[in-house]
């Protein structure tokens, strides 16, 4: 069977158009495909490592055996375009579209406000149509599966998962678990006003308005693929690219023959470790075998005794076939199959599940391996096939080791897979922690059967085997065999766990890290084995009455709880918000949940971001070539070989810069020293983004390592390394108040970074002009002012030549304020030099190497009180890690000073904060800015007085609340009405008192699960503590047919600024917002704009425009006086005939704002949101796992402009928070290299992370007249009311420390993972692992906070 030199051409159809090419190079993905040959940009890419789902499609392919059309979803950013022959690819322009007719699931998400940047709803809607394609009323269950693996980081996904319900068989609203009670009607006990008030509304869209699903109308499957599957092409097909060749064989005995001529090339199935592996470790495999098209490795075969699986099947099918087996079989039959499905619903996402393949995933032997570990345990053995026949192989410790004398020989290929039933006394479990419950690899997991002697508790057989503790999935087999003959009792258990520690032996140095936590996790997981086993035997027992069955014991029904593992739970809620006026006019669009603007776009995909404008003629792509180390001096950098690199055209260094190369302390590109691993050094420009990664590779830096080299704001005290001063703010006497009170608590608090993780990553198109210099700059940034200025110093050519545009932002939360304009000024430097158009597209891994995020932070707290709970003095003192540049630091650090006090009145206070110079990427703003990470040293010191006064916390807050008009620690007055109304609000909506005695009852009742419960009150100042960043201007043209265009200084980044702009001048100008359009921000519409930041956006740029109307409208005033009867477009056309300018600029001078810190006195902010949220949580003290029972947010929006966008801010932020308080951990390595890059290692919050129950209301009959209409902003503030879960998961830790009498007052550190929640619910297996001297080793990871 001949291997051709040339390429074979690959067929396969998009949205139902025939696609031939002729020249297929494997190293080409569908979505570099789609959105490069094809220009369907629609799908997005975030990630590139099938992490996030942005670019989720659907592939339609016929099985050649059922002759069934499957449809399925996948991750196009890891699909190699020559996996798609015969293949059928539908993307979100394939859905529907604007211009010809919208698919209900891309309505359905817009109107139920689903959208915010819209970057992320390409990839949800794809996801939820191919679900619809396969089940056309799905299962709220099914609906959750199928968004699990698409991350949104703006709305928090309740509004998304509310328009796919729409689909759902009849879904259960807002019933509250099944007592069949709205929460609308929360009964007598409901004494809010919210619950009684007629004018509170709970719908923000109307189901009724919806088109209907017609499956009918959905794109058939081309015929041509028909044909071609009825008769399959039997040859063998060949892809040449550059440097890989694709061998698609057509049968298996070609296959067999191809794999013993080209040994080392490997099977490419779903492309799902090899794919990652080549991005990110450079794998290169010049040769690919496709065994896609051999039906042989799909075969499914049932036994009597067990059941044989095609390695070609995809997880998702072995699924299906395991649920099958499992509904046909007796229980004692399918223990093994149950285990495997207990792993294969929470294993990756659907997409990847839908991708991976069986043969795949066991010969990839990672290490996480889900499956492995339970095929081991269940005696699984492998089919093997060659040219020289077949054999069989255990799937053993010693194959899973990569041992050579049990492995697949090179030429050798896995068949299939053949899984045993179990039988009569045998059990079999699947255990797996993670940092989330979905779509995260796991931490540790476990598969263990025992089988027993027939009719005994005798132990005949056990096998143990762990995954995540070690290079590859370890079996305890030693310990196992030491344990045969055994009775399955109390000593065995103990026995157990010590062989199991000593021979499942972690060191602490381990790769990955949380060592003591998994090796918790080892015994842990066997504990919760033993008492499954003990309870099915126990249940064995009465039809086989065993002799000494008294042996048996008892698990009381408090120790129960560890046997269950959290369900997945479809959350529920309501959103309630006041009804406008009953008097407003019907066409007046302020208050109403007015969809966002271009949320049908986002859902179509015709929403145009960055890197969707198309390519520019004789555009080049840049790729940045960043540092290595912490600390150092650059001896030399050899550009030579990169140079050489066909595609090549420049590499832009220091020397490139016409103008100014940063500040003396922030380069844009580094001179000859470099203070942080990613610090950018230079940047190569080429013809294709492939090329310029290619050749980063080949630049060759030297250089010598410099001390001091610090990382840790410990480090950075020691060393005396601070960005700026301290900041501090004092009132009353705190020394003397220390002397006078009953109790003084000292306390620490660690609270980590945060990634922002916007889903579209930092990118700029700069295009150069033939004329003056003159720059157009696409970007992607909160700030296009500072991104001109920045490029017109680096330049040194005037701002005027430099014009931004900003279309859309897919994401900011203050990380698209300052780093843009680096980005931006790199890549015109290289558009000067060369005379392109320049690209640059940061990949996930670099965005998050290079750009920081929220600092970390360490605060020490002292606290004086009396004992009824009254806080006398309080001193907290609070460092930041800034990383190596100044950058926000300082301000982050005043306003975290400025914020501390909270909702609280204390009389003697003592605040201070210091930024620590480190040799980390420099952080930055971040939703928030302070606040959050501040506040939850206030919060965790509210918390430890009430341990120590023995009184609920939720008491101290209230104590020490904000009572009535006072001043703040800084001297602004303020009333805090609103604030008490929030509180009680949500204690009385959330029922709070009677939940709290509820959880003490459950806990009373459980060992192993607590719950926790917390209601956190909120003072959140919006705004720049000075008046000149609060002023902001519009430019409104109307044009001669009526229709208006409005600019203004703000950029839409989901928050709906734009729709929230339009229903403004809809109200002034008294015309429908369909006369209204926005194009872009640009800086040659309204200059020197400020930052879309601080939460102001909205209102600054609100009354900019709203100037700018009533300007007008006072110009056509006698003309509508004359012809009052008159149309708008009638009075447009008189005011063109008589001269009137229709053109008007609108201005706002801006809130005054200001603070004197010498004084430490001023009026920083214009004014206050107030809120407050409640949650509870469960805990399962034996793996730290947490379920979010509940969360009810009551927040003062004032009277919103647009309840649909405010409530999602609230919830966006919420979600955000709580990720910040919970899971998002950012791991860096003792030399200072970010270890978490991308989706896999720091986990964002997912869809089953939202609490089973959200209700978010807005406090009704709220006014504050300073801003536009009397709304808020609320961008920020809902971020912090997320720590209700962190609180409420110490509640829960600190009832399981109470009933373990081990000390309630414990270090706070945030975020409270898994493994800090298992660690800190001591027991009897964390006691019997082993711990380190930290001085022996050197750990994988350094703690920076
Ligand atoms: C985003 C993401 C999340 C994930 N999460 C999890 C998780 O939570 N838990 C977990 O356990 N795993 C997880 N995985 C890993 C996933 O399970 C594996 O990548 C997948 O199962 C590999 O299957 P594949 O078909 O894609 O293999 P490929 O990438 O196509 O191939 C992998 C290897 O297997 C070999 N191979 C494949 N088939 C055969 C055969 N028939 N005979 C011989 N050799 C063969 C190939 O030569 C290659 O070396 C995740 C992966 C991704 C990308
Ligand atoms: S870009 Fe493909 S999954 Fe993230
Ligand atoms: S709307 Fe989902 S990421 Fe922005």
């Given at each position: 069977m001949p291997c051709p030199s040339r390429s074979d051409e690959l067929v396969f159809f998009v949205n139902g158009r025939k696609v031939i090419e002729r020249n297929a190079d494997p190293e080409v993905t569908l979505l570099s495909f789609l959105r490069k040959n094809l220009r369907l940009t629609g799908t997005k890419y975030a990630c590139g490592r099938g992490g996030c789902g942005a670019c989720t499609v659907m592939v339609s392919k016929r099985d050649p055996t059922s002759q069934e059309i499957r449809h399925f979803s996948v991750t196009a950013c890891l699909v190699p375009i020559c996996s798609l022959y015969g293949a059928a690819v539908t993307t979100v322009e394939g859905v529907g579209s604007m211009k010809t007719r919208l698919h209900p699931v891309q309505e359905r998400i817009a109107k139920s406000h689903g959208t915010q940047c819209g970057f992320c709803t390409p990839g949800m809607v794809m996801s939820m149509y191919t679900l619809l394609r396969n089940h056309p009323q799905p299962s709220e269950e099914q609906l959750l599966e199928a968004l699990g693996g698409n991350l949104c980081r703006c709305t928090g996904y309740r509004p998304i998962l509310a328009s796919g319900k729409t689909f759902c068989l009849e879904s259960n609203g807002c019933q509250q678990k099944g007592t069949g009670k709205c929460c609308l009607d929360l009964g007598e006990n409901d004494s809010s006003s919210l619950g009684r008030k007629s004018d509170i509304c709970t719908e923000l869209f109307v189901k009724e308005e919806f088109q209907p699903l017609d499956p009918t109308q959905e794109l058939i499957f081309p015929p041509e693929l028909l044909r071609m599957t009825e008769n399959p092409e039997k040859r063998t097909l060949t892809f040449h690219g550059e440097r890989v060749t694709w061998i698609s064989p057509g049968t298996f005995k070609d296959l067999l023959e191809l794999k013993a001529k080209h040994p080392e090339a490997p099977l490419i199935l779903g492309n799902t470790s090899l794919g990652p592996a080549m991005r990110s470790k450079g794998c290169l495999y010049p040769i690919l075998l496709s065994p896609a098209r051999i039906s042989e490795l799909n075969v499914v075969s049932k036994t009597n005794d067990g059941l044989t699986i095609g390695a070609g099947c995809s997880l998702a099918q072995v699924k299906d076939i395991l649920a099958e087996r499992v509904s046909e079989l007796p229980e004692e039959k399918t223990q093994t199959y149950r285990a495997l499905l207990k792993h294969l619903k929470s294993l990756a996402s659907q997409q990847i599940r839908n991708m991976a393949s069986l043969g795949g995933h066991i010969i990839s032997r990672h290490s996480y391996s889900d499956l492995n570990p339970i095929l081991a345990v269940g005696n699984a053995t492998l089919n093997l096939t060659s040219e020289e026949g077949t054999r069989r192989i255990p799937l053993s410790e010693h194959f899973l080791a990569g041992l050579a004398s049990a492995d697949l020989k090179p030429e050798e290929i896995l068949e299939s897979v053949y899984i045993p039933h179990s039988q009569k006394w045998e059990f079999v479990s699947a255990f797996r922690q993670a940092q989330c419950q979905q779509n995260a690899l796991p931490d540790v997991n476990a598969g263990m059967r025992v089988l027993f002697k027939e009719g005994t508790d005798i132990i005949e057989d056990l096998s143990i085997t762990y995954g995540g503790v070690g290079a590859a999935t370890v079996s305890a087999h030693k310990s196992c065999q030491q344990l045969l003959g055994r009775q399955w009792d109390e000593l065995m258990l103990d026995e157990a766990c010590r062989r199991l520690l000593d021979e499942v032996s972690l060191p602490g140095w381990a790769p990955g890290g949380r060592v003591e936590f998994k090796r918790t996790l080892v015994v842990s997981f066997f504990f919760k084995f033993y008492l499954q086993v003990l309870q099915e035997l126990k249940k064995l027992i009465k039809p086989f009455p065993v002799p000494n069955s008294r042996r048996y014991p008892e698990i009381s029904d408090r120790f129960l709880s560890a046997l269950e593992d959290f369900p997945g739970t479809v959350p529920q809620g309501v959103q309630r918000y006041q009804s406008v006026d009953s008097h407003q006019p019907l066409q007046d669009p302020v208050g109403r949940p007015v969809m966002h603007l271009s949320g049908l776009k986002h859902a179509t995909g015709e929403a145009e971001f960055c890197d969707d404008i198309p390519m520019v003629d004789k555009e080049l792509c840049m790729a940045l070539v960043t540092s290595t180390r912490a600390y150092a001096k650059i001896i030399s950098v050899d550009l030579s070989e990169a140079l050489e690199i066909p595609g090549v055209v420049d590499v832009i260094t220091a020397k490139d810069i016409p103008g100014i190369n940063g500040t003396k302390d922030d380069k844009l590109l580094a001179v000859d020293e470099v203070l942080c691993v990613g610090q950018i050094i230079c940047a190569v420009v080429a013809e294709t983004d492939v090329q310029a990664k290619r050749a980063i590779e080949k630049i060759k830096i030297t250089y010598e390592e410099l001390e001091p080299i610090i990382f840790t704001i410990e480090d950075a005290i020691k060393h005396n390394s601070f960005l700026c001063p301290e900041k501090k703010l004092e009132q009353g006497n705190i020394e003397e108040a220390f002397e006078k009170v009953d109790q003084i608590v000292e306390g620490e608090v660690h609270v980590g970074g945060q990634e922002h993780?916007?889903?579209?990553t930092q990118r700029v198109l700069v295009i150069p002009k033939t004329e003056d210099k003159e720059l157009d700059i696409y970007v992607s940034t909160q700030d296009p002012a500072h991104v001109q200025k920045t490029v017109s110093s680096t330049l040194n050519i005037p701002i005027n030549r430099i014009t931004c545009h900003v279309k859309r932002v897919g994401g900011g939360f203050g990380g698209k304020i300052g780093r843009p304009a680096v980005f931006g000024a790199i890549a015109a430097v290289g558009a000067l030099k060369t005379g392109h158009p320049i690209r640059l597209v940061l990949d996930r891994e670099d965005d998050m190497l290079i750009t920081g995020g929220r600092h970390p932070l360490f605060g020490k707290y002292k606290v004086g009180f009396m004992n009824n709970g009254r806080i006398k003095a309080l001193d907290i003192e609070c460092f930041i890690n800034g990383g190596c540049t100044l950058d926000d630091s300082e301000l982050v650090t005043e306003f975290l000073i400025l914020k501390l006090e909270n909702a609280y009145k204390i009389r003697n206070l003592r605040f201070r904060g210091r930024a620590c110079l480190t040799n980390l990427p420099s952080n930055t703003a971040f939703r928030g800015f302070g606040f959050p990470q501040g506040t939850l040293v206030t919060e965790s010191c509210i918390t430890a007085v009430a341990a120590k006064c023995g009184l609920p916390p939720e008491k101290i807050r209230e104590k020490n609340m904000y009572r009535t008009v006072d001043k703040t620690i800084y001297k602004q007055a303020f009333n805090p009405e609103s604030l008490i109304r929030c509180w009680n609000e949500c204690l009385d909506v959330s029922s709070f008192h009677n939940r709290r005695k509820q959880a003490e009852e459950f806990n009373k009742k459980n060992y192993w699960k607590k719950r926790g419960v917390a209601v956190i009150p909120m003072k959140f100042s919006v705004g720049f503590a000075a008046t000149s960043y609060h002023q902001a201007a519009a430019l409104v043209h109307i044009y001669t047919d009526g229709s208006v265009l409005v600019t203004h200084?703000?950029?839409?980044?989901?928050?709906?600024i734009h729709t929230k702009m339009l229903q403004v001048a809809s109200r002034e100008l008294k015309i429908p917002m369909s006369h209204l359009h926005i194009c872009e921000t640009s800086t040659a519409m309204v200059p020197n704009t400020i930052a879309t930041a601080a939460s102001v956006g909205a209102d600054i740029n609100g009354k900019a425009v709203q100037n700018a109307c009533q300007i007008l409208l006072k110009r056509l005033e006698p003309i509508i006086k004359k012809n009052p009867e008159g149309t708008w477009e009638e009075w447009i056309e008189a005011a063109f005939e008589q001269r009137i300018s229709l053109s008007a600029t609108g201005y706002f001078r801006g809130y005054k704002a200001f603070m004197d810190w010498e004084k430490g006195e001023g009026d920083p902010f214009p004014y206050y949101v107030y809120g407050a949220a409640c949650s509870e949580v469960e805990i399962d003290c034996l793996t730290g796992a947490h379920k979010k029972i509940r969360t009810d947010i009551v927040m003062d929006a004032c009277c919103s402009l647009n309840p649909a966008i405010d409530i999602g801010q609230i919830e966006g932020a919420f979600i955000q928070g709580m990720g910040l308080y919970t899971t998002e951990e950012l791991k860096y390595s003792p030399e200072g290299v970010l270890y978490s890059r991308g989706p896999d290692e720091y986990k964002i919050p997912t869809i089953s992370d939202v609490p089973e129950e959200f209700n978010v209301s807005l406090l009704p009959s709220s006014q504050t007249p300073l801003t536009i209409y009397s709304s808020k902003g609320l961008g920020e503030s809902g971020m912090f009311l997320g720590s209700s879960v962190f609180f409420a998961i110490t509640d829960a830790v600190a009832a399981a420390r109470k009933e373990r009498d081990i000390a309630e007052d414990f270090t706070v550190k945030s975020p409270a993972t898994p493994e800090w929640v298992r660690m800190a619910c001591a027991d009897r297996f964390t006691e019997m692992i082993p711990r380190d001297d930290p001085k022996t080793f050197k750990p994988w990871s350094i703690t920076v906070a």
């Open positions: 993780f916007y889903m579209e200084g703000g950029n839409e980044l989901g928050q709906g």
